[in-house]
């Protein structure tokens, strides 16, 4: 049985930051695509960014661009949270397998993590 664990979650202040892992079971992950979504209350899941199997390429929402970056190593995906905002606050989600930004593309999700960014 697949399944795909975030931790990471947390309180954190305006500005600060957050590092958001990804963890596998059932499956090896170095061998997947992976993405990150969030969800806020009452609003539709959003593409946060996503990272390749093999050369590690990387593309971000517009949102996030600049301030956010997924790395990943041989077990875990990472995000990596900078300079937070309080409209980053949301359910992160880690997803695979694919290297899109359509949420429908992705066969396997994780539980989720909350992230709140207080001001």
């Known amino acids: 049985q697949v399944q795909l664990v975030e931790s990471g979650g947390g309180l954190v202040q305006a500005g600060g930051s957050l590092r958001l892992s990804c963890a596998a079971s059932?499956?090896?992950?170095?061998?997947?695509?992976v993405a990150w979504f969030r969800q806020a209350p009452g609003k539709e899941r959003e593409f946060v960014g996503c990272?390749?199997?093999?050369?590690?390429d990387t593309y971000y929402g517009d949102s996030v661009k600049g301030r956010f970056t997924i790395s990943r190593d041989i077990a875990k995906v990472y995000l990596q949270m900078n300079r937070l905002k309080p409209e980053d606050t949301a359910i992160y989600y880690c997803?695979?397998?694919?290297?899109?930004?359509?949420?429908?593309?992705?066969?396997?999700w994780g539980q989720g993590t909350q992230v709140t960014v207080s001001s």
């Open positions: 059932g499956l090896t992950l170095s061998m997947y695509r």
């Open positions: 997803a695979a397998d694919a290297y899109s930004d359509i949420k429908e593309k992705y066969n396997y």
């Open positions: 990272i390749s199997r093999n050369s590690g």
